[in-house]
Structures are given as C-alpha cells and as structure tokens.
C-alpha cells in the first residue's frame, strides 16, 4: 500500500493542495506521479523544516525505492541522512 493511502483524507487533501500549488519540481522528479510526487514533498518539507535544506541538495538518494519500499517520507529521509547522502 501506498504511503499516500494510509493517512487520513484532510491531510491527503492538504498535501495534494501544496503539490498544486509549489510542487512543480516534485512532480517533474516523479515524472507526475502524483502519489509518489506527495512522497517527496512531505519529504522535501520536513528536510527544509528541520534541518534548512532540500532534498533536492542532497546527493543522489534512491528516493522512489524507498517509495516502493513504502517507506514513509520521514523514514527516507532519516535513512537518507544516516547514509550519509
């Protein structure tokens, strides 16, 4: 199951909102996948939020295997960082 299917449909409404609204990038890296696009702005926000930087600044990541490995976008983000991406 999707990461995406597991959260309440407020917060899918609130995130699908942002991807329309500054998700632009997100959606090119996720060649539109809207589901997976989400994943990497949920993501992108909680790396800017906490530690002032992008995802996107980050070295390669296999961001979509950790979607298919239906991660959480916290969880990639954590793995990310303690590979030393």
Request: glycine letters at 6%.
């Amino acid at each position: 199951m999707a990461w995406i299917d597991t959260i309440g449909d407020e917060r899918r409404a609130e995130i699908d909102a942002a991807l329309t609204e500054r998700g632009a990038e997100h959606l090119r890296y996720a060649n539109g996948d809207r589901a997976f696009a989400a994943f990497l702005l949920v993501a992108d926000a909680l790396a800017c939020k906490h530690m002032g930087f992008s995802i996107f600044d980050l070295p390669d990541y296999c961001w979509r295997d950790a979607y298919d490995d239906e991660m959480t976008p916290a969880q990639a983000l954590h793995v990310a960082c303690e590979a030393g991406i």
